[in-house]
Every structure is written in C-alpha cells, then in structure tokens.
C-alpha cells in the first residue's frame, strides 16, 4: 500500500468516525429517553430528566471545591490534546525545501528521495530500494532500506551505496549528511504445485 493511498485511507477513517461520534453525541443530546428501557437491568432506570449517573453520587461529588475545576481542567486537556492529534493527522503532506548555496535555488526533499531511490534500485543486486530524507537546520538524515536480490551479497552492493552517499554529500555541500543503510535479502518465491 502507498503512503498516499494509507493517508487518504486514514483520514477517511478519521473522518467518518468522528461524524459518527458527533452524530451519536447530538442525537443524545437532543433525543428523548427513548433508549431508556433498553439499558442493562443493573443500571437505575433514570427519570425524564436524569443523567445516566447515580444523582445521589454525583450531587456528592458536585459539593466539593475540587470537583468543577477538574472535570473543567481534564475536559480542555483531552480537547486540546485531540484536537492536536486531529491537525497532526490532517497536516498537508507537503516535504520541506532544503535551500541550496545557489541563489533563489531549492530542492524538495521528496524529489531527493526520488532520485537516491532511482540510482539505489540501479545498483546490481538490489532488487528495490525505499528512501526517507528528514531535514533539520543545516543536517540531512537520509535512511535507505535496500532489499538485495536472494543471490546477492551486502560485500558486493555497499561499495556502490557508499559512493551513491559520498556523491550525495558532495551534491548538497552546505549540509552534513549522515546516511543510514538497512539491508535485507528478498526471499526466493516457491512455486506452488496444484
């Protein structure tokens, strides 16, 4: 599955479920009692204007000096905690420019991306390659996950992913680059016998 297709599919999910959350929280907020008689035998049978609490309890817990600003304190939290949650889960899915020595001059981090996984994937050996460059001030952490075909070797693919960040690091001068390689081998597929 693409990283597109997960975010569009997450947010839809996200989405969805609130909607059915705020359509469930309003209808009963707005709804008459009818979903009173359906409760479990071991709740009390709440009246025409009663809560699903105990009113007894919780007029006792309402007389204490403590009671109003935590349930306040702990409502703003979770909602400003949520809602951060919300905004991180729909942030746009724009990569950060990386401006280069050249004047007016950028370069988007996925198009590095792009590119270190071309030139990885061309490598002898590697059957694909998945490539993630995070940017931070004047650094470049470029992670590469490098799948080796069954019969090739890391001896005889790390020379060649060596000289690909070398060439990296001398393309982007202003910045250090610190690569990191994970190699794994791609299994031989058994055919399967009907």
């Known amino acids: 599955m693409t990283q597109r297709l997960r975010t569009g599919l997450n947010r839809a999910v996200l989405a969805s479920a609130g909607l059915v959350l705020l359509l469930g929280g309003a209808w009963l907020a707005v709804a008459p009692a009818s979903w009173a008689p359906r409760?479990?035998?071991?709740?009390?049978?709440?009246?025409?204007y009663t809560t699903l609490l105990d009113t007894?309890?919780?007029?006792?817990?309402?007389?204490?000096g403590?009671?109003?600003?935590?349930?306040?304190?702990?409502?703003i939290a979770a909602t400003v905690l949520f809602a951060l949650?919300?905004?991180?889960?729909?942030?746009?899915?724009?990569?950060?420019?990386?401006?280069?020595?050249?004047p007016g001059s950028a370069l988007r981090t996925r198009a590095l991306e792009d590119v270190l996984t071309q030139h990885a994937a061309a490598i002898?050996?590697?059957?694909?390659?998945?490539?993630?460059?995070?940017?931070?001030?004047?650094?470049?952490?470029?992670?590469?996950?490098?799948?080796l075909?069954?019969?090739?070797?890391?001896a005889a693919v790390l020379p060649a992913l060596t000289a690909l960040a070398a060439q990296t690091e001398t393309a982007i001068t202003p910045y250090r680059v610190r690569t990191e390689v994970r190699l794994a081998v791609r299994s031989h597929r058994m055919p399967h016998v009907r």
């Not at 403590?66 to 409502?75: E, L």
């Not at 002898?124 to 799948?147: N, Q, Y």
């Open 85 to 102: 949650w919300c905004a991180g889960q729909l942030r746009g899915g724009s990569r950060p420019l990386v401006p280069l020595p050249a």
């Open 66 to 75: 403590w009671w109003t600003p935590t349930v306040m304190a702990a409502s």
């Open 39 to 48: 409760l479990p035998g071991r709740w009390p049978d709440p009246g025409t």
């Open 149 to 154: 075909h069954p019969s090739a070797t890391p």
């Open 56 to 64: 007894e309890r919780l007029t006792a817990l309402r007389t204490h």
């Open 124 to 147: 002898g050996g590697v059957a694909r390659c998945r490539t993630r460059v995070l940017a931070r001030r004047r650094h470049l952490h470029v992670r590469m996950h490098v799948w």
